[in-house]
């Protein structure tokens, strides 16, 4: 039988609505007696059906999927001839239903708490989950109760409330809303599928497991990917740990998070050699979907350094800008700020001589530049007015 533990005590917890550790107040895990593989990418299309077998409860049900995950995995031949990296795959997340990786979580999320008898799910968020935790729930017939920090912008709250949910500005940051959140959950009987969920982390963990299976199982050196909450980076972790106990692969890729230098509390704490995040003081960059200054899976991360499988740094919002701007000019891909953040540590890091030409890098390109498109103003755009005549 699957089971949760606790990430940070190990304490072993029954599969149930528990988030996080009554005792150490880490985040839980899904763990497994036999791990089973998953269907294979080319064998079964719809993301639900092809992740039952790594997925802790049976009787899923496929009719709710969007069509998220089996995302294309494109090989960057400019990065490639600019860095000198013989091999750099960017994993394109911008085409998900919601046009964010959010969806891969949000779906098996929604699948659980179907399965715990939930009729009400709900997210904190600055933009992208909240649009995802929304549109699914609209798709299960499930009510959404969604949390946005109180400085969103007017003009993102249309594209979340268009689905249909129950919309709060909370008070506050996204680290004192989630945890608010959490407790207002167990109170109104809301299951809340924010960043770190157990079973989110279930959907996220197939952005491994579809890299690898893309890449036919041949070893990959590097996963790069930015990071916020560290829901995602502790899933992309997970998935390449699993996919080494079930010998598809000889040895996990070392996972680089990226954070803005502006909002990097776990690079910093890791820089310092520090167990535990603290709050980052005065968060300010343009990379809005990684600006959690108190990212829950924080400690999580950090452990995952010290244990020697990642490790995470920070670049600068000018170094962001740029990034963004090669992504769209020269690969073709138009990616939300948060999203360049992993091409510019690679542009860096292959500067530095730590990634050399014989590695193989795959880059988790997250969401979409359209829903950011306020970061447009950073580029200095053109436009020619042609003549009248
Ligand atoms: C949520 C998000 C991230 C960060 O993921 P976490 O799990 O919060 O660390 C990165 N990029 C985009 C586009 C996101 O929406
Ligand atoms: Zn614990």
């Known amino acids: 039988m699957p089971y949760l533990a606790c990430t940070g005590c190990g304490k072993k917890h029954p599969l149930a609505t528990d988030l996080r550790c009554a005792d150490c107040?880490?985040?839980?895990?899904?763990?497994?007696?036999?791990?089973?593989?998953?269907?294979?990418?080319?064998?079964?299309?719809?993301?639900?059906?092809?992740?039952?077998?790594?997925?802790?409860?049976?009787?899923?049900?496929?009719?709710?999927?969007?069509?998220?995950?089996?995302?294309?995995?494109?090989?960057?031949?400019?990065?490639?001839?600019?860095?000198?990296?013989?091999?750099?795959?960017?994993?394109?997340e911008t085409v998900n239903p919601t046009w964010s990786f959010k969806d891969r979580g949000t779906s098996l999320g929604v699948q659980a708490a179907l399965q715990l008898g939930f009729e009400r799910v709900g997210t904190v968020s600055s933009g992208n989950m909240a649009a995802s935790v929304a549109a699914f729930a609209a798709r299960a017939g499930l009510e959404a109760f969604v949390y946005v920090a109180a400085d969103i912008p007017e003009s993102k709250l249309g594209p979340i409330?268009?689905?249909?949910?129950?919309?709060?500005?909370?008070?506050?940051?996204?680290?004192?809303?989630?945890y608010h959140a959490l407790a207002f959950g167990?109170?109104?009987?809301?299951?809340?599928?924010?960043?770190?969920?157990?079973?989110?982390?279930?959907?996220?963990?197939?952005?491994?497991?579809?890299?690898?299976?893309?890449?036919?199982?041949?070893?990959?050196?590097?996963i790069v990917l930015p990071v916020s909450s560290g829901g995602n980076m502790a899933a992309v972790i997970k998935g390449c740990e699993e996919l080494v106990a079930l010998g598809l692969i000889q040895k996990a890729p070392f996972v680089i998070g990226v954070q803005a230098a502006g909002c990097s509390?776990?690079?910093?704490?890791?820089?310092?050699?520090?167990?535990?995040?603290?709050?980052?003081?005065?968060?300010?960059?343009?990379?809005?979907?990684?600006?959690?200054?108190?990212?829950p899976s924080g400690n999580r991360?950090?452990?995952k350094v010290r244990e020697g499988r990642a490790t995470v740094m920070a670049v600068s919002d000018e170094e962001i800008i740029a990034a963004q701007a090669f992504l769209a000019q020269k690969e073709g891909l138009f990616v939300q700020p948060a999203s360049a953040a992993p091409v510019a540590a690679v542009r860096?890091?292959?500067?530095?001589?730590?990634?050399?030409?014989?590695?193989?890098?795959a880059v988790i390109v997250t969401g979409s530049g359209l829903k950011d498109t306020g970061a447009l103003a950073?580029?200095?755009l053109e436009g020619e007015t042609a003549e009248r005549r």
Do not use: M, W
């Open 161 to 178: 409330a268009i689905y249909g949910c129950h919309l709060t500005r909370g008070t506050g940051d996204y680290g004192s809303l989630y």
């Open 25 to 92: 107040g880490e985040p839980l895990e899904v763990r497994y007696e036999t791990l089973t593989p998953p269907a294979r990418l080319t064998e079964e299309p719809c993301f639900i059906a092809r992740n039952v077998n790594i997925f802790p409860f049976p009787n899923l049900r496929p009719e709710l999927s969007l069509g998220e995950g089996g995302t294309p995995l494109v090989e960057a031949v400019h990065l490639q001839r600019e860095t000198g990296i013989g091999e750099i795959y960017l994993k394109n």
């Open 186 to 222: 167990k109170e109104r009987g809301i299951y809340f599928i924010s960043s770190d969920n157990p079973f989110r982390i279930e959907g996220q963990k197939t952005l491994a497991y579809e890299i690898l299976d893309q890449l036919d199982y041949e070893p990959l050196d590097f």
């Open 348 to 361: 860096r890091l292959a500067a530095a001589g730590t990634l050399r030409p014989e590695h193989r890098v």
């Open 265 to 295: 509390p776990i690079a910093r704490a890791a820089a310092e050699g520090k167990e535990k995040i603290e709050p980052f003081p005065n968060p300010d960059t343009i990379a809005h979907a990684i600006a959690n200054p108190f990212p």
């Open 378 to 380: 950073h580029h200095h």
């Open 301 to 303: 991360i950090l452990r």
